[in-house]
């Protein structure tokens, strides 16, 4: 760190998931600032001000008037009913009620605690902790999810390949070493500065935009391959291979087959280093099926010409190449293709485990990766113990509501959905992240009760049954740290809570005491207390290595701790290069999987024991035309604060922004700024037009993010967002049957001008309510 002041006078420390700032609240309102050292400040600390008194805010708790009158159970009015205004005490009363009586009918397992994480950068009152260890505490455990939406497929292939996911994206190839040592970057997905700018727990420094550009500076070629030019930031000076959406695995397959066919391949790596690739290569080389998978065969898939590829593929040997590939590939179908030929193309290259060369899943999707490690651990609340061993892939949340009692396969085991009566969600927000949304609200309203701590008043506080107001992270304090970033930040409370909202932990607290468990949840400790706790943990880590480690009260008061951290060694891939036989990979062979019997064993016709091309199923036809990516907003961390200044601004009428290659426009008659309608048989929304050439012809863009708002909600048939969420047109399918992961990057749809007199966005309008 420079030697800058932080926080200046007048200022007080906190940080959020997109970047560490200093802010204060006077007379003209709230004022943010990046940190000084920070090299490229994420902009979006900007929907901060004017945040903490929305009118999209949730100021008191409220019940749905169906479920007050008629009591828990299915109920069609989810989503369309009013609400009704209760007391915190009332409305305590009436949740631990339900909560004992769903233990006492059908046990803990009748119960889903359903966060996704991601509300606060803050250890403590991460929302995801504070709802699963008052599940686990007071009700004696809870139906989790495992995996995540972003990468629900790579979290399970990966495993089965190299290693676990933080191993070979978090603990691997880092910035760094790409400044000093990379060559060549296949960029599978690019590397868009609107992910890496996002980590988890906080980032003080955004380095991947000057990484970029000094590795370019000295003669290091960036190749974004993607359907986006945008994939990849102007200082990389990249290539753009603007790929057919969902294809960058016939891509692959034919960048290897050009190297085999030529002896071009590292044998010796593949000999020493490598699991399974005679079996591989017969498929690869069409030994067993008659067709080859080379660059000829690749080039109509993907829509690039067969010179190129292999003009590529040879440029590759001798020269210190990285292969990345994004999450985002993954989020379709079939999305373990991509991520395991990534990895068997760097070993074909022989790369694997070289300075800023071999595979790096994911570098470019979070501040997390391409990052050393911390020394020392930083603070972590302790969910406590799960007594109920159910689980399912966090993306079948609507499967498992539809279909309780139904099979399903998942990595090699044979599963059955549970029975849910109640959800419980605190920090996420199902009807942003998830697909197909006129079946999620289908499968909410098949529950007894479904309870959500909310901020505001987003889709799914819509569908609740009881909206209990939280604060949000400038309303509290806590400890923002990551275990890749060397700051810890001393959260300070910038504002007073939000009309009646309370913190988290607190709602918990009194909702376990009317259970009978409040000493178990809280320990006798404030929230103040907890902190204190927390921070001790880094803090005795600190004095073990014989490093200064101030109090508690003396970190409050200077507002950040710099953490030592570890070298940057390469990780389990370079001591595998390294060392063998010392040090084996976690994989069944000890070695990089090119095939996995286990995998194969499993018997699954959309996951083989290789990566091979898999066609799609969904497809653009005549009557869906066109490709639709619907990638991670530049302008809020998924839907969060989207009714924010710096969110808004980008919005053009209150509408989502929609992008369209010229040409695709011009056939439909759209110019710049028309209000366009996305449709497929799913559903539609509206969106507004913006025409780029840095979009690949025959493919829309339209971002997650926009709240869901129907035009008609809770109506029968297809819904039409005014709004612009484009999961009211995306799929809710699994990747394939061992991992069941998202699908909601692409899908396919029709566009024409919409010339229809425009419905009102209300979004940020709170729903109907009334006094108890």
């Not at 996911?165 to 910035?175: K, L, Q, S």
């Not at 653009?620 to 961390?637: D, F, I, M, S, Y």
């Not at 484009?726 to 799929?731: E, F, G, S, W």
């Not at 992961?741 to 109907?768: H, I, N, S």
Request: net charge neutral; proline share 8%; glycine share 10%.
């Amino acid at each position: 760190m420079a030697d800058t002041v932080f926080p200046a006078p007048g200022m007080l420390p906190h940080s959020a998931h997109w970047g560490v700032f200093q802010a204060r609240l006077d007379q003209n309102g709230l004022v943010v600032q990046p940190h000084p050292d920070d090299p490229d400040p994420n902009p979006i600390i900007e929907n901060f001000p004017g945040a903490l008194d929305h009118p999209a805010r949730v100021a008191q708790p409220m019940a749905r008037r169906g479920w007050l009158e008629h009591g828990p159970g299915p109920d069609a009015r989810r989503g369309r009913d009013e609400f009704v205004a209760v007391s915190w005490s009332e409305v305590l009363d009436l949740l631990a009620a339900e909560l004992a009586r769903v233990k006492q009918d059908h046990g803990p397992q009748a119960i889903f605690g359903g966060s996704y994480g991601w509300s606060s950068a803050g250890r403590f009152h991460h929302a995801q902790s504070q709802v699963h260890r008052f599940l686990n505490t007071a009700l004696g455990g809870y139906v989790r999810s495992v995996n995540s939406y972003s990468a629900g497929a790579s979290g399970v292939i990966l495993p089965h390949v190299m290693g676990g996911m933080d191993e070979v994206a978090r603990r691997n190839v880092t910035w760094e070493q790409i400044v000093a040592h990379s060559d060549v970057v296949l960029s599978f997905g690019g590397m868009a500065l609107k992910n890496s700018r996002v980590a988890s727990g906080g980032i003080s420094r955004h380095v991947e935009r000057g990484a970029m550009r000094d590795a370019a500076r000295r003669g290091c070629r960036f190749f974004c391959i993607s359907p986006l030019r945008a994939d990849m930031p102007e200082e990389a000076g990249a290539r753009w291979l603007a790929i057919r959406p969902g294809t960058d695995t016939a891509l692959m397959l034919g960048l290897m087959h050009t190297l085999v066919a030529a002896g071009l391949h590292d044998r010796a790596f593949l000999d020493r280093f490598c699991d399974g690739w005679a079996v591989f290569e017969d498929y690869l080389m069409g030994r067993g099926d008659g067709q080859p998978k080379s660059a000829a065969w690749a080039a109509p898939l993907c829509e690039i010409e067969a010179g190129e590829i292999v003009a590529l593929a040879r440029g590759l040997p001798g020269r210190r190449v990285l292969v990345t590939v994004s999450h985002s590939l993954q989020r379709a179908e079939y999305g373990e293709q991509p991520v395991w030929a990534g990895a068997v193309l760097a070993a074909v290259l022989g790369q694997i485990g070289l300075p800023g060369g071999g595979y790096a899943y994911a570098l470019g999707t979070l501040a997390h990766y391409g990052k050393r490690s911390n020394l020392v651990p930083v603070a972590a609340l302790s969910q406590g113990t799960n007594g109920v061993k159910d689980f399912i892939p966090v993306a079948r949340i609507a499967d498992m509501l539809l279909h309780p009692g139904q099979p399903y396969a998942y990595n090699g085991q044979a599963r059955t959905y549970p029975h849910i009566r109640l959800a419980y969600w605190a920090g996420g927000n199902p009807f942003h992240h998830h697909q197909d949304l006129a079946r999620l609200a289908q499968a909410f309203r098949r529950l007894d009760t479904f309870v959500v701590h909310e901020i505001a008043w987003t889709a799914t506080a819509r569908h609740a049954d009881v909206v209990l107001p939280c604060t949000m992270t400038l309303e509290r304090e806590d400890i923002g740290a990551t275990p890749t970033d060397p700051l810890v930040v001393a959260m300070h409370r910038i504002a007073a809570p939000n009309g009646q909202a309370r913190d988290d932990y607190d709602i918990f607290a009194d909702l376990a005491g009317r259970l009978g468990a409040r000493d178990a949840f809280t320990e006798g400790r404030t929230s103040r207390q907890w902190l204190e706790h927390l921070y001790e943990r880094t803090r005795a880590a600190l004095r073990e290595r014989g490093v200064a480690a101030p109090d508690f009260a003396a970190f409050w008061r200077q507002g950040s701790l710099a953490l030592p951290q570890r070298e940057d060694d390469g990780g389990i891939l370079r001591a595998f290069r390294d060392d063998p036989a010392g040090a084996p990979l976690p994989t069944p062979s000890g070695r990089i999987q090119v095939s996995s019997p286990v995998v194969a064993g499993f018997g699954y016709a959309d996951c083989p024991g290789h990566p091979a091309w898999l066609a799609p199923t969904e497809a653009p036809t005549g009557e869906h035309p066109l490709h639709l990516v619907a990638n991670q907003p530049a302008t809020k961390l998924h839907s969060q604060l989207d009714f924010g200044r710096h969110s808004a601004a980008a919005k053009r009428g209150g509408r989502e922004v929609c992008t369209m290659h010229p040409d695709d426009a011009s056939a439909r008659g759209i110019r710049e700024g028309d209000i366009v309608r996305l449709f497929n048989r799913r559903g539609a929304c509206l969106a507004s037009a913006t025409l780029s050439r840095d979009i690949r012809a025959g493919v829309v863009r339209l971002p997650t993010g926009a709240w869901y708002d129907p035009a008609e909600p809770g109506a029968d048939g297809p819904p039409f967002c005014v709004h612009g969420n484009p999961n009211v047109l995306t799929r809710d399918v699994g990747t394939s049957s061992l991992a069941q992961g998202c699908t909601g990057q692409l899908t396919v749809v029709q566009v024409e001008r919409y010339d229809g007199p425009l419905p009102p966005v209300r979004a940020f309008e709170p729903p109907a309510a009334s006094g108890s």
